[in-house]
């Protein structure tokens, strides 16, 4: 079955970094778009960036330029480099695929920017 788990997450003061990791299971990896999503408390779940099966990536406005999708397709696993963490960036991230008309999520990495 299909499985995301993601890591990486913890507390970051404002204008630092994280790297966020989701390993994934029981689907071939390298065929899928790849998504990072985050819900912040009190917010809904929205997008934060996408990758595709090979390689092409699009951001949410709020992200760009600060944070990049990466893939490796040997180690099934999907990246998320966040820099110039914001006390905004706080949320639960989740990592996401679509897989034979269904979503799939990991059960989340809690990231707080907070000085």
């Known amino acids: 079955q299909v499985q995301l788990v993601e890591s990486g997450g913890g507390l970051v003061q404002p204008g630092g970094s994280l790297r966020l990791s989701c390993a994934a299971s029981g689907f071939t990896f390298s065929r899928y778009v790849m998504s990072w999503y985050r819900q912040a408390p009190g917010k809904e779940r929205e997008l934060v960036a996408r990758i595709s099966s090979v390689g092409n990536t699009y951001y949410e406005d709020p992200v760009k330029g600060r944070f990049t999708i990466s893939r490796d397709n040997a180690k099934n696993t999907v990246y998320l480099q966040m820099n110039a963490l914001k006390h905004e960036d706080t949320a639960v991230y989740y990592c996401?695929?679509?897989?034979?008309?269904?979503?799939?999520w990991g059960q989340g990495t809690q990231v707080t920017v907070s000085s």
């Open positions: 996401n695929v679509g897989y034979r008309n269904d979503d799939y």
